[in-house]
């Protein structure tokens, strides 16, 4: 099974900033990744798709990169409806599985 | 737009037996795959099971595999989740998702495991 690892597991950070939240699986997973954001009480949705590519919708602050294991999620110019927890997904075999989550939270 | 609305959660005994539902709308339901995901309260997200529409196969977490069995009826657009022999370690919302890669959720149903 593939193993996702997350990290930070929190991260304070100020509006107008620029962070980045980065998954490394246990094996190449090509491109088969995507991030997801959930506000508390809320479901997820997913932000990223293919490593790389925008849900249609999602503002252009957030940007994915990375191949084979290792991926960064960056969001710039910090809003304050992006303090969530963040997720990534893998889906390039089963079980699929998802990284740890990274709260994102208000400095 | 996309809907999914799942039912079926609620207080069962440990190995107990549930059973979810996910009414599916704004999409072409029989073309696409379908997934439960679910959250323990205060923790992470777990995927749990898919339904493959290229094949039909079936494939399920390790926590939930020869008790979970997920299905689907395109006739009413709806997919399940039969949950056997269940735990206290299963307590979760149980999120429905479209697609393999869990491209749009469901707002959750709550299972709550105990004695």
């Known amino acids: 099974d593939i193993q996702m690892t997350q990290s930070p597991s929190s991260l304070s950070a100020s509006v107008g900033d620029r962070v980045a939240i980065t998954c490394r699986a246990s094996q190449g997973i090509r491109s088969d990744l995507g991030w997801f954001q959930q506000k508390p009480g809320k479901a997820p949705k997913r932000l990223i798709y293919a490593a790389s590519t925008l849900e249609s919708g999602v503002p252009s602050r957030f940007s994915g990169s990375g191949s084979g294991t290792d991926f960064t999620l960056t969001i710039s110019d910090l809003q304050p409806e992006d303090f969530a927890t963040y997720y990534c997904l893998q889906h390039n075999s089963y079980p699929y599985s998802l990284g740890q989550g990274t709260r994102l939270e208000v400095k | 737009e996309v809907q999914l609305v799942e039912s079926g959660g609620g207080l069962v005994q440990p190995g107990g037996s549930l059973r979810l539902s996910c009414a599916a709308s704004g999409f072409n339901f029989s073309t696409y795959s379908m997934s439960w995901v679910r959250q323990a309260p205060g923790k992470g997200l777990e995927w749990v099971s898919v339904?493959?529409?290229?094949?039909?196969?079936?494939h399920y977490a390790d926590s939930v595999r020869g008790r979970f069995t997920i299905s689907r009826d395109n006739s009413r657009n709806t997919l399940y989740l039969q949950m056997n022999t269940l735990r206290d370690e299963d307590t979760a919302v149980y999120y429905c998702t479209k697609g393999g890669h869990l491209d749009a959720w469901g707002q959750g149903t709550l299972v709550t495991v105990s004695s």
């Open positions: 339904f493959c529409v290229q094949d039909g196969s079936t």
